[in-house]
C-alpha cells in the first residue's frame, strides 16, 4: 500500500535558520504529493504541491522538489520565522478506482525561536 | 467562498452519551473525509465519500462510529455510545474528485471532543 515516511520532531530552530524536513514515500503509479501546513488550534491547509516527477512546489518561501528516482519530497526553507512556527504533514494522493485517496505522515512539530 | 465548515468546534460530554459531529463541505466539492486526530496516533482517516456514497469505512474504529451523507451538502459522523478514548479532534476534508486533479483537501477547522 501507500506510505509515506517523515522525520520526526520537534524540530527546534532560532529564527533565520535553515529548515529541511525530510519526507520519502512509497506509491504505486504516479502519485501527486503535497505538504500540509497545521498552525495550533487550526485545521491543515495546503502550503505547496507537485504533480509530477521533478515538479518544485513553493509558497511562503517554502520548497519541496519532487523526486522519483529517491522517491522524496523534502520541504526546505532559508530562512524562518516565528510565525512558521506549526506541524508540517507530507502527504501523497494517489489515484485508486477513479478516487484519489490521500495518505499524510505522522506530522513535524517545528518550533522556531526569536 | 466558503470553506469547510464543522460544528461544534468543542464537544465536552459525558462516557455513554451520543456525539454527533457535522460537516459542510465546499460548494461543488464531490468527495468528502472524516478523520480523527490524536497525539498518540497522528491522523487517522475513518471514512470518505464520493458523490454521497460511502466508499472506504475501513478506518471507522467500531460499530459505536457510523457516518452519514445524506446529500451533497452536509455530512454526520456520530459516536454511540462515546468513550473517554474517543477524545480527540474530528476533520473534515473535502476536494474535487474529477479527471486531472491532483486530489489537493481542504480541511476544516475540526471539532475538538472531550468525553469524560
Known amino acids: 500500500g501507500n506510505s509515506v515516511t517523515q522525520m520526526e520532531g520537534p524540530v527546534t530552530l532560532s529564527e533565520e535558520a535553515f529548515l529541511t524536513i525530510n519526507c520519502t514515500y512509497t506509491?504505486?503509479?504516479?502519485?501527486?504529493l503535497f505538504w500540509y501546513v497545521q498552525y495550533p488550534g487550526e485545521g491543515l491547509q495546503l502550503l505547496l504541491k507537485a504533480t509530477k516527477a521533478d515538479d518544485k512546489g513553493s509558497n511562503k518561501g517554502f520548497e519541496a522538489t519532487y523526486r522519483k528516482e529517491t522517491t522524496s519530497f523534502h520541504l526546505e526553507k532559508g530562512s524562518v520565522q516565528v510565525s512558521d512556527s506549526a506541524v508540517y504533514f507530507c502527504?501523497?494522493?494517489?489515484?485508486?478506482?477513479?478516487?484519489?485517496?490521500?495518505?499524510f505522515g505522522r506530522g513535524t512539530s517545528l518550533i522556531v525561536h526569536p | 467562498d466558503a470553506g469547510v465548515i464543522q460544528s461544534p468546534r468543542h464537544e465536552v460530554t459525558e462516557m455513554g452519551q451520543e456525539v454527533t459531529l457535522r460537516c459542510k463541505p465546499i460548494?461543488?466539492?464531490?468527495?468528502l473525509f472524516w478523520y480523527r486526530q490524536t497525539m498518540m496516533r497522528g491522523l487517522e482517516l475513518l471514512i470518505y465519500?464520493?458523490?454521497?456514497?460511502?466508499?472506504?469505512d475501513s478506518g471507522m474504529p467500531e460499530d459505536r462510529f457510523s457516518a452519514k451523507m445524506p446529500n451533497a451538502s452536509f455530512s454526520t459522523l456520530k459516536i454511540q455510545p462515546s468513550e473517554p478514548r474517543d477524545s480527540a479532534v474530528y476533520f473534515c476534508?473535502?476536494?474535487?474528485?474529477?479527471?486531472?486533479?491532483?486530489?489537493?483537501?481542504?480541511f476544516g477547522e475540526g471539532s475538538r471532543l472531550t468525553v469524560l
Open positions: 476534508a473535502s476536494t474535487r474528485r474529477a479527471s486531472g486533479s491532483a486530489g489537493e483537501l481542504f
Open positions: 502527504a501523497l494522493s494517489a489515484a485508486s478506482g477513479g478516487s484519489y485517496i490521500p495518505t
Open positions: 465519500f464520493n458523490n454521497n456514497v460511502p466508499i472506504d
Open positions: 460548494s461543488g466539492h464531490n468527495s
Open positions: 506509491a504505486t503509479g504516479y502519485p501527486s
